[in-house]
């Protein structure tokens, strides 16, 4: 039955020239993201000792959370509503949703930037004052990275969308870490520090170049008064919080339950899993800013053959990928450092359990698009309790792979839910089941 429709999608390949054009393109430049971020980790574990690695690891996850807190679903929201207003031709509405973006964000950064520096200042933990001040600014700027990607892909732009984040910052992070190893003064915080200023320049650099970043003055559209717009963010902001919740939450309980070391080996490994989710995630940002309008149209038939089409062309690199973490788990987690050869039983639990996402399909993307984001909600909340629960019970019992096993677990149960719900509410197959 899988073979069947896999000739029929092949059949609709030469009927979508343009789809295909722009997931190859944005796959292209997702896999160099993909390689130079798994770069960018190596170059810097190798540049700091094993203890400031695992505190480098902790604070990323701590401002991967912080993140998604400061975008308030707002990534999602302009992908909903920035499309259609492109195509009716209201870029200043945009611009007004660019505003209070913007303001948000800074808010948001400040007061959790302030709250975070009292709080270890008092009680000090394993992140030291300044290296939260320093992660919170990053988490800041990575909500407004993630957000000026999104509107400039509503806008038909891929390229100056993705590349200054996916692959120049990531140069210059790699750069900034190979000619500072060794130094006397090379930490954790000097890594984030780097991080931030690099990346607060070229997301300036790109709301210069692109006008469709770039704040308004002008009164938001009537469908985004404050109001509705604040139903709808929440609704978003809850299932992005819930999605990046488990990885992170796992190097932070890996952190306290067991010790600082291990919990950077975990993240190495997270972070190497994560490459599979790279090609699925391509497919993402094509299919994105389509979703709404074929649903707008009615154009269901459309919108599965889109969708499972490109879930197949992103599926058949990601199986590649997976022989090999198969194969050769130790030697690539080696590529870190010796102190992480023993991880390649980590990375295949958790590469195992980020596949599911590449069967199913961009199964979050398609519900939050169709306005379904309350049932998304409730899947990932339920999923992520039980996942929250096993990474601790895991954790005790079996230290770093049974916290492993309670992430795979979170992967694959949420997106078989997700697939089975878009099914039967919408009739749209989303993935490759």
Known sequence: MLLGRLRSLRERVRA????????????????????????????????????????????????????????????????????????????????????RALLLFALVTSLIGALGFLATSVWPTTLPAGLWLWATAAAGLFALAEYQQSTARSAGIFIRALAPRDLIWRILVIAFAVGAAGATW???????????????????????????????????????????WLTASTGLWGVAIIQALIPNLSVLAAGFILDVDTAGRLFAALRTAMLLQIFQMAANLVIAPSISRLKAENHLDRLQTESRLVTLLAALPLAGLLVIFALAGGWVMSIFGQEHAGSGPVLLILALGFSANAVCGPT????????????????????????????????????????????????????????????????????LI
């Open 186 to 228: 090379m930490s954790a915080q000097s890594i984030f520090a780097a991080l931030v200023l690099s990346l607060a320049g070229l997301l300036l650099a790109q709301q210069v170049w692109l006008p469709h970043l770039r704040p308004g003055f002008a009164t938001p559209a009537a469908e985004d008064r404050a109001r509705v």
């Open 16 to 99: 979508q020239p343009e789809l295909i054009g722009r997931t190859a393109i944005v796959l292209l430049i997702k896999l160099g993201a993909a390689g130079l971020s798994y770069a960018m980790f190596i170059a810097i574990a190798r540049a700091l000792d094993a203890q400031a690695f695992g505190s480098f690891g902790l604070a990323f996850s701590a401002a991967t959370l912080a993140a998604v807190i400061i975008g308030f679903g707002q990534k999602a929201y302009i992908l909903r509503r920035a499309p259609v207003l492109f195509a009716a031709g209201k870029q200043a509405a945009v611009g007004a949703l660019n505003r």
């Open 364 to 431: 979050a993307q398609m519900m939050e698009s169709l306005h379904d984001e309350r049932s998304l909600f409730v899947i990932l909340a339920a999923s992520a309790a039980i996942s929250t629960i096993l990474i601790f019970i895991l954790g005790f019992a079996f230290g770093v792979l049974g916290v492993a096993v309670a992430v795979s677990l979170h992967s694959i149960m949420w997106n078989l839910a997700a697939y089975i719900r878009i099914w039967q509410r919408h009739g749209i197959r989303v993935g």
